[in-house]
């Protein structure tokens, strides 16, 4: 535990911001697969009411606003027949977006700064702990390739069940199987939210790995 007192304030500062943001993107992702995740295959499995009107006890006629609107029936069928799994979906995309934007440049930083610490180490030849740092770098590396080639094609099938991608149908004028639908999305957020929980430990091992370079 001596090389941190001879590290300057920059590399040490370095240090702990490799630490604390692998800790942070690993907190990030436990917590999507422990309650944000479960809370969207739960709204997706209910299914809504076909009639919300019925059993209301209401005896005053009630206005049909889509006629009022001009809405044809196809899409006032479509209205009135809104699922929880569509809902699910679109809060999915909205979450992936949002994580996109803040998870990756702190993750291409993490990579660039751990592999600078790498070679400070071997260079400087204050401490063996060189390796670590660039084992840190490698575990957070690893997340692109699970990311990019596993979760992705996930996200997009996702995102086309919410609606916000073209499906791609052999038929497009064939009304959707919205049982099925809400079984797909059921099953694409399960094994989005299994690989997103392997990702979640690759960032706490980086994180841990770092925290041992430090205190070497």
């Known amino acids: 535990m001596a090389n941190p007192l001879r590290d300057s304030p920059y590399i040490l500062g370095a240090k702990l911001g490799v630490v604390g943001t692998t800790l942070f993107i690993a907190g990030g992702m436990a917590s999507t697969s422990t309650q944000f995740i479960p809370a969207l295959i739960s709204a997706a499995q209910k299914v809504p009411s076909r009639n919300q009107n019925e059993g209301s006890g209401r005896l005053t ?52 700064v751990s592999g600078y610490l790498a070679y400070h180490s071997y260079s400087s030849r204050l401490s063996n702990a060189g390796y670590k740092w660039a084992a840190v770098a490698a575990l957070v590396a690893t997340i692109f390739p699970l990311t990019g080639g596993m979760m992705v094609p996930i996200d997009h099938k996702i995102a086309r069940l919410g609606g916000d991608e073209e499906k791609v149908e052999p038929f497009d004028d064939a ?38 370079g430090l205190v070497e």
Request: hydrophobic share 45%; charged share 20%; aromatic share 8%.
């Open 61 to 112: 006629p009630q206005p049909d606003v889509s006629k009022q609107l001009g809405i044809d029936a196809n899409t006032r069928a479509a209205v009135f027949s809104f699922d929880g799994y569509r809902a699910a979906a679109q809060q999915f995309v909205l979450m992936s977006k949002t994580a996109f934007t803040s998870q990756v440049p702190a993750e291409l930083l993490t990579i660039a």
């Open 175 to 212: 009304p959707p199987d919205r049982e099925m639908e809400r079984m797909n999305t059921v099953e694409f957020l399960g094994r989005w939210n299994t690989l997103n929980k392997v990702r979640s430990v690759v960032m706490v091992a980086a994180g841990a790995v770092g925290l041992w």
